[in-house]
Protein backbone atom coordinates (compact mmCIF):
# COMPACT_ATOMS: atom_id res chain seq x y z
CA UNK A 1 0.00 0.00 0.00
CA UNK A 2 1.30 3.49 -0.55
CA UNK A 3 2.79 3.92 3.41
CA UNK A 4 1.00 6.52 5.39
CA UNK A 5 5.16 8.69 4.99
CA UNK A 6 4.03 8.92 1.20
CA UNK A 7 0.55 9.74 2.02
CA UNK A 8 1.61 12.42 4.40
CA UNK A 9 4.59 14.15 1.92
CA UNK A 10 1.58 14.22 -0.78
CA UNK A 11 -0.40 16.04 2.36
CA UNK A 12 2.62 18.56 3.32
CA UNK A 13 3.09 19.45 -0.56
CA UNK A 14 -0.89 19.91 -1.26
CA UNK A 15 -1.51 21.65 2.18
CA UNK A 16 -5.43 22.61 0.52
CA UNK A 17 -5.74 18.54 0.43
CA UNK A 18 -7.46 15.86 2.91
CA UNK A 19 -6.84 12.15 3.79
CA UNK A 20 -10.42 11.05 3.78
CA UNK A 21 -10.47 7.63 5.44
CA UNK A 22 -13.18 4.91 6.84
CA UNK A 23 -13.65 5.45 10.24
CA UNK A 24 -10.73 3.61 12.62
CA UNK A 25 -11.05 2.15 15.68
CA UNK A 26 -10.21 5.26 18.20
CA UNK A 27 -7.31 4.20 19.30
CA UNK A 28 -6.08 3.88 15.85
CA UNK A 29 -7.48 7.28 14.57
CA UNK A 30 -5.73 8.92 17.40
CA UNK A 31 -2.29 6.86 16.36
CA UNK A 32 -2.24 7.99 12.72
CA UNK A 33 -3.36 11.48 13.35
CA UNK A 34 -0.63 12.16 15.37
CA UNK A 35 1.77 10.12 13.23
CA UNK A 36 0.30 12.32 10.40
CA UNK A 37 1.09 15.53 12.86
CA UNK A 38 4.63 14.49 13.76
CA UNK A 39 5.17 14.26 9.90
CA UNK A 40 4.12 17.93 9.51
CA UNK A 41 0.18 17.46 8.34
CA UNK A 42 -1.87 19.41 9.73
CA UNK A 43 -4.64 17.63 11.78
CA UNK A 44 -7.28 18.97 9.91
CA UNK A 45 -5.88 17.19 6.98
CA UNK A 46 -7.14 13.87 8.38
CA UNK A 47 -11.14 13.05 7.99
CA UNK A 48 -12.53 9.96 9.68
CA UNK A 49 -15.97 9.50 8.44
CA UNK A 50 -18.93 6.28 9.04
CA UNK A 51 -20.35 3.48 6.86
CA UNK A 52 -22.73 5.28 5.21
CA UNK A 53 -25.36 3.47 2.93
CA UNK A 54 -24.31 2.56 -0.47
CA UNK A 55 -26.36 5.63 -2.73
CA UNK A 56 -24.88 7.90 -0.06
CA UNK A 57 -21.58 6.70 -0.04
CA UNK A 58 -21.59 7.20 -4.14
CA UNK A 59 -23.07 10.92 -3.51
CA UNK A 60 -19.83 11.54 -1.36
CA UNK A 61 -17.28 9.59 -3.23
CA UNK A 62 -17.87 12.34 -5.89
CA UNK A 63 -17.45 15.44 -3.87
CA UNK A 64 -13.24 14.17 -3.76
CA UNK A 65 -11.30 15.38 -5.87
CA UNK A 66 -8.91 11.95 -6.52
CA UNK A 67 -8.68 8.79 -5.12
CA UNK A 68 -5.40 6.92 -4.26
CA UNK A 69 -5.86 3.17 -4.48
CA UNK A 70 -3.47 1.06 -1.74
CA UNK A 71 -1.50 -1.21 -4.27
CA UNK A 72 -1.09 -4.41 -1.95
CA UNK A 73 -4.85 -4.88 -2.16
CA UNK A 74 -6.65 -3.07 -4.55
CA UNK A 75 -10.42 -1.21 -3.45
CA UNK A 76 -12.09 -3.66 -5.75
CA UNK A 77 -15.69 -3.07 -5.01
CA UNK A 78 -15.28 0.29 -3.80
CA UNK A 79 -12.69 0.77 -6.76
CA UNK A 80 -16.17 0.51 -8.33
CA UNK A 81 -18.40 2.89 -6.34
CA UNK A 82 -15.53 5.31 -6.74
CA UNK A 83 -15.61 4.74 -10.64
CA UNK A 84 -19.43 5.15 -10.87
CA UNK A 85 -19.36 8.03 -8.83
CA UNK A 86 -16.75 9.98 -11.53
CA UNK A 87 -13.85 10.04 -9.06
CA UNK A 88 -10.84 9.37 -10.68
CA UNK A 89 -8.37 7.12 -9.38
CA UNK A 90 -4.42 6.04 -9.52
CA UNK A 91 -3.33 3.03 -8.76
CA UNK A 92 -0.23 1.01 -9.14
CA UNK A 93 -0.43 -2.48 -10.10
CA UNK A 94 2.01 -5.11 -8.76
CA UNK A 95 2.31 -9.10 -9.25
CA UNK A 96 -0.79 -10.37 -7.71
CA UNK A 97 -4.43 -10.64 -9.00
CA UNK A 98 -5.44 -8.96 -6.07
CA UNK A 99 -3.16 -5.56 -6.45
CA UNK A 100 -4.31 -5.29 -10.37
CA UNK A 101 -8.27 -5.13 -10.19
CA UNK A 102 -8.14 -1.60 -9.91
CA UNK A 103 -6.13 -1.42 -13.37
CA UNK A 104 -8.63 -3.86 -14.42
CA UNK A 105 -11.29 -1.17 -13.61
CA UNK A 106 -9.64 1.77 -15.12
CA UNK A 107 -8.82 0.38 -18.09
CA UNK A 108 -12.29 -0.56 -18.68
CA UNK A 109 -13.55 2.84 -18.21
CA UNK A 110 -11.33 3.81 -21.11
CA UNK A 111 -9.37 5.89 -20.03
CA UNK A 112 -7.07 3.78 -17.75
CA UNK A 113 -3.84 4.51 -18.98
CA UNK A 114 -4.15 8.08 -17.54
CA UNK A 115 -4.62 6.62 -14.32
CA UNK A 116 -2.40 3.41 -14.03
CA UNK A 117 1.45 4.40 -12.45
CA UNK A 118 4.26 2.52 -12.95
CA UNK A 119 6.15 3.58 -9.79
CA UNK A 120 5.56 5.20 -6.35
CA UNK A 121 7.42 8.34 -7.98
CA UNK A 122 4.94 8.37 -10.44
CA UNK A 123 2.33 8.76 -7.76
CA UNK A 124 4.40 11.40 -5.38
CA UNK A 125 4.44 13.83 -8.91
Not at 6 to 16: A, S
Not at 58 to 81: E, M, Q, V, W
Request: charged share 20%; proline share 5%.
Amino acid sequence: MLSTGIRCNILKRLPNSALWLLRFPTAGEMRLRAYAVAQGVQPEQIIFTDVAMKNEHIKRSALAYLFLDTPLCNAHTTGTDILWAGLPMITLPLEKMATRVVGSLCLATGLGDEMIVSSVVEVCR
